[in-house]
Structure formats: C-alpha cells, structure tokens
C-alpha cells in the first residue's frame, strides 16, 4: 500500500510562494509518477503538474505553466511543487498522488489513472 502525505500549505497573500511536499510511503518510490491536483470549493479537482519516475519531462496546467514548478527526490521518497506568485485563483485543497502507467500527457492529467492519494493541504490565497 502506498500512503501520501502532503504539508506545505497556509494562508498567503497574492504575489507570495509556498513549496508544497509530499512524503510517499512506499519501497519502490521510483517506479511511481507523481502529480499534483487541486480542488477548489464547489468545482472539480483539476491537473496541475506531473512529474514521471525518471524525474525528467514534466506536464503542467496551463493556469499554473510558468509559476509553479514540481520536482521529485527519489532519494528520499518525496515530491515538491513549488509555487511561486500566487493568485487568488489558486486557492484550493492540493493533493499529490502516485500512479504506475506510461508517462503520456493525456494519461498524466487525468484523475482517474492515480490510484493513490493523500489527503490534501489547503492553500487559500488573499487578494
């Protein structure tokens, strides 16, 4: 079993930078892909960055493509996303989650190929 744990989170003023991490709990970290959702209240949780288990060419959203970069260590099981100038529009619960699949961009964005996820950290961006 694979368990998540995102921190980074908190409440920050537009044009600040947080860095999310991801703790995975797992033996065979590097065979996993890794990418980064969110959720906004009363909306749908949407891609936001993808990183495959070799750590080389990372997917982005478009709304983040630019502010936010993700990264990988896998010499200590953990996935990054640093988010530098922050926007109200931001705000949201941030996951991460790990998948085994072939690293294409369709299947990276979607949901519905990740089958393990952690709870989310909230980041709520003020105007």
């Known amino acids: 079993q694979v ?20 703790a995975v709990s797992t033996h065979t970290f590097s065979t996993y892909n890794l990418g980064w959702f969110r959720q906004a209240p ?7 960055a993808a990183v495959p288990q070799s750590g ?3 997917l982005y959203a478009d709304s983040v493509k630019g502010r936010f ?21 931001d705000t949201a619960v941030y996951s991460c989650a790990a998948a085994v ?4 961009d369709a299947r990276a964005r979607n ?3 990740y089958p393990y996820w952690g709870q989310g950290t909230q980041v709520t961006v003020s105007s």
């Open 56 to 58: 080389g060419t990372t």
């Open 101 to 104: 699949f072939l690293f294409i």
């Open 3 to 22: 368990q998540l744990v995102e921190s980074g989170g908190g409440l920050v003023q537009a044009g600040d930078s947080l860095r999310l991490s991801c």
């Open 111 to 113: 949901t519905r190929n």
């Open 42 to 48: 009363g909306k749908e949780r949407e891609f936001v």
């Open 69 to 89: 970069i993700i990264s990988r260590d896998n010499t200590k099981n953990m996935a990054y996303l640093q988010m530098n100038n922050l926007k109200p529009e």
